[in-house]
């Protein structure tokens, strides 16, 4: 099994930061992607970020310029930093990865968090 971690999460003021941290581990034999969604209450779950195992990012245009997404494949960790907060950033945010168990596994399976919890608010 595999386990994500999250870490991070609070309240902070509008235009203030936050840095969210992920650890994966478990049984892990190679980590394709590792990315971060968010669910705002009423709304369906989106992605934020998402980094490839090569550290090639891609950022969704809502936060582009104020969220930067990073990894260390030694480590199995990813990172949101978020900058320049808004109220529209509040959510529960989760850590997936895209993971091959074993070197016998043909597919990458997707793993998720069970969530952090980031509140924008003055």
């Known amino acids: 099994q595999v386990q994500l971690v999250e870490s991070g999460g609070g309240l902070v003021q509008p235009g203030g930061s936050l840095r969210l941290s992920c650890a994966a581990s478990?049984?892990?034999?190679?980590?394709?992607?590792m990315g971060w969604y968010r669910q705002a209450p009423g709304k369906q779950r989106e992605l934020v970020a998402v980094?490839?195992?090569?550290?090639?990012?891609n950022v969704a245009d809502s936060v582009k310029g104020r969220f930067t997404i990073s990894r260390d494949n030694a480590k199995n960790t990813v990172v949101l930093q978020m900058n320049s907060l808004k109220p529209d950033d509040t959510a529960v945010y989760y850590c997936n990865a895209e993971v091959r168990s074993t070197r016998y596994q043909t597919n990458h399976s997707p793993y998720w968090g069970k969530g952090t919890l980031v509140t924008v608010s003055s």
């Open positions: 980094v490839t195992s090569g550290g090639r990012a």
């Open positions: 478990g049984s892990i034999f190679s980590i394709n992607d």
